[in-house]
């Protein structure tokens, strides 16, 4: 079993920045593909952003492209978010996930239990 441990969310300003950690434990880190979801009150969850094994393929939903960027140290077993020009709408719990599978839809392994990032206005 693996478990996904969610941090680094919280209340920040429009514009402002946040970075989100998901650390791994249980089994080989380096072995999943990672992602992160959102789901903002009363609405479904969206995914968010991927990244390969190798951390060499990204890939970053419409609505956060240039303004978000996902890496992972496989050393420290961690997947990471930055997150830079929030936006209300931005406004969600986010949640890391390991990967089975990559191709759409993806299969999700592991979940964790999410951080909440709120952006004010």
């Known amino acids: 079993h693996v478990q996904l441990v969610e941090s680094g969310g919280g209340l920040v300003q429009a514009g402002g920045s946040l970075r989100l950690s998901c650390a791994a434990s249980?089994?080989?880190?380096?072995?999943?593909?990672m992602c992160w979801f959102r789901q903002a009150p009363g609405k479904e969850r969206e995914f968010v952003a991927t990244?390969?094994?190798?951390?060499?393929?990204?890939y970053y939903t419409d609505s956060v492209k240039g303004r978000s960027a996902i890496s992972r140290d496989n050393a420290k077993n961690t997947v990471y978010l930055q997150m830079n020009s929030l936006k209300p709408e931005d406004t969600a719990v986010y949640y890391c996930?390991?990967?089975?599978?990559?191709?759409?839809?993806?299969?999700?392994?592991?979940w964790g239990q999410g951080t909440q990032v709120t952006v004010s206005s």
């Open positions: 249980g089994r080989t880190f380096s072995s999943y593909a």
């Open positions: 990244i390969s094994w190798t951390g060499s393929n990204k």
């Open positions: 996930a390991a990967l089975l599978k990559v191709a759409p839809p993806p299969v999700v392994a592991y």
